[in-house]
């Protein structure tokens, strides 16, 4: 992600969309409880409008789209999350949670795919498919895989603003790197202020 190619005046630092679509990995950012669930779109938008409330003339007040991806283990779901995440209006589909060491690949195959490589589908689908005629071009993760970095960037690339949230004490030191705006997963689900990271034009990635 090259800064060279993103003037860094203030005019173009605004964020003209309102809107910000969500690919969330819930095996690496799960909610603490349903009840946190059940307010985990005004928790989002909560933390997501500190930069609103930060600096109101560079940044609108953010709101979630109607694209609202989120992929995990059925048991990190379980039936009421799932019709807790549905009344919200996320899509949930259904990915085992495993681990990527060379034993796993002696075990039997799982027939569901990986969260990592299910929620990497659904990001191609994305980039593919818009619900609109001009999509949101921010995109949030939530997510704590490190391995996400490399889409991550592709949609920098393709004139997205990349917005994460992950947990910052065990993922990957670098995980920042890589995306604009940043906060940390254990307050965004609480609603709490954790921007940690405030950065519209990224460096030499």
């Avoid at 048991?75 to 060379?102: H, M, S, W």
Wanted: hydrophobic share 30%.
């Amino acid at each position: 992600m090259a800064s060279s190619s993103n003037p860094t005046g203030e005019s173009s630092r605004r964020i003209v969309d309102e809107e910000v679509s969500v690919l969330w990995d819930l095996n690496t950012c799960p909610v603490t409880d349903h009840y946190y669930l059940t307010k985990i779109v005004d928790s989002i938008e909560n933390s997501l409008n500190d930069l609103h409330r930060n600096n109101p003339k560079l940044y609108p007040k953010l709101r979630l789209s109607s694209t609202r991806i989120v992929c995990g283990d059925k048991k990190n779901f379980g039936t009421t999350g799932t019709r807790i995440l549905k009344n919200q209006g996320f899509d949930p589909f259904y990915a085992v949670e495993r681990g990527n060491g060379c034993s796993q690949h002696r075990r039997a195959k799982s027939t569901e795919p990986a969260a990592d490589c299910l929620l990497e589908t659904y990001a191609l689908r994305y980039a593919e498919f818009r619900p609109r005629p001009h999509p949101p071009r921010n995109i949030l993760f939530i997510t704590s895989d490190y391995r996400f970095h490399a889409t991550m960037d592709n949609f920098f690339r393709g004139n997205h603003l990349i917005f994460l949230a992950y947990k910052c004490r065990t993922s990957h030191p670098n995980f920042g790197l890589h995306t604009n705006f940043g906060w940390d997963w254990e307050d965004m689900e609480l609603g709490q202020n954790g921007l940690k990271i405030d950065n519209f034009t990224l460096p030499g990635v």
